[in-house]
C-alpha cells in the first residue's frame, strides 16, 4: 500500500478544482498508478500541497466517498477502494468523457463524420507504428 501522490496533479483552467481531483484519482486507478488500498493524504495535507481551499478538498473527497472510491473515518486515515471491476467500469466512463469531448470539437469545426473516421484511422496508425519505434 502506497500513499496517493499529487506530484503530477496540476490545475488547468475549465473545470471545477474538485472536478480535477476526482478525475485525477479515476485516471490514477485506470493507469494503475493508484490501487486499491493505497493512503488518501489527508485534507489538510493535500490542501496545502495544492494550494486550494480545504472545501474544495473536502468536496472532492465527500463525492469520491459517495462514489465509493474512497474510504474514510473520522480521526483516522483515508483508503482508496476500488474492486478491478469498478476500475474498468470508470475505464470505459474516462473514455466516454474524453471521446464525446472530441466529438464535439470535431463536429464544431465542421469535420464531416467520414473525415473524421479517416483521420482517426491515420492519426491510430501513426500511434502505432511511433509505437513500435519505442
Not at 471545477?16 to 476526482?22: A, L, N, T, V, W
Not at 473527497?61 to 483516522?76: F, H, K, T, Y
Amino acid at each position: 500500500m502506497a500513499l496517493v501522490s499529487f506530484d503530477r496533479f496540476s490545475l488547468a483552467e475549465g473545470s471545477p478544482i474538485y472536478s480535477q481531483i476526482i478525475r485525477f484519482i479515476k485516471a490514477g486507478i485506470v493507469a494503475g498508478t493508484i490501487a486499491d488500498g493505497d493512503e488518501f493524504p489527508s485534507r489538510r495535507a493535500l490542501s496545502a500541497l495544492l494550494g486550494v481551499n480545504p472545501n474544495t478538498i473536502q468536496r472532492a473527497c465527500r463525492l469520491l466517498e459517495e462514489e465509493g472510491l474512497l474510504q474514510s473515518r473520522m480521526g483516522a486515515k483515508s483508503f482508496i477502494a476500488v474492486t478491478a471491476a469498478e476500475a474498468e467500469a470508470i475505464r470505459v466512463q474516462l473514455l466516454e468523457e474524453d471521446a464525446l469531448a472530441l466529438v464535439q470539437a470535431i463536429r464544431r469545426m465542421g469535420v464531416s463524420r467520414e473525415e473524421a473516421r479517416g483521420l482517426l484511422e491515420r492519426l491510430w496508425d501513426e500511434a502505432e507504428r511511433r509505437s513500435e519505434e519505442v
